[in-house]
């Protein structure tokens, strides 16, 4: 996807810079460490990058310039409709700990749901929205 962002006309890039959000899922620290170099060029280019956390099946650490040039994080616990026992559960302090390093940062925070429809804690119970520019 880089090498068809980059070589497209700078009047083209300017058109869908502001359209296009780019997000990646990452599951655990592991997925994110992974994911997150193929994504970042993009965001120090300007571009909307997003990541969703999901299923969080473990803390994530944002790295320092994760925290400068994400734009939205989206935490959701892992969801089985047909048999909710077989979910790995998720823990609310993983969820606290990303909203607590967003918040500064000033990334917007989505918490989506617990796993298996678990309640979710009311201090997660946030819902925001990025600002577009």
């Avoid at 083209?12 to 970042?40: H, I, M, N, Y």
Wanted: charged share 25%; glycine share 6%.
């Amino acid at each position: 996807m880089a090498a068809y962002l980059s070589a497209l006309d700078p009047r083209t890039v300017r058109k869908w810079k502001s359209k296009l959000w780019l997000c990646f899922s990452a599951e655990t620290q592991g997925c994110f460490d992974e994911r997150w170099p193929d994504l970042r060029p993009f965001a120090e280019a300007g571009w909307f990058v997003g990541v969703s956390i999901s299923p969080m099946l473990g803390p994530v650490t944002l790295p320092p310039d994760a925290l400068e040039l994400l734009r939205w994080v989206i935490v959701n616990g892992e969801c089985e409709q047909i048999t909710p026992e077989a979910c790995r559960p998720m823990d609310a302090d993983w969820a606290r700990a990303l909203r607590d390093q967003c918040r500064p940062a000033g990334i917007a925070f989505f918490m989506r749901a617990m796993h298996s429809g678990a309640y979710v804690p009311p201090d997660l119970w946030i819902r925001e929205f990025p600002t577009l520019p």
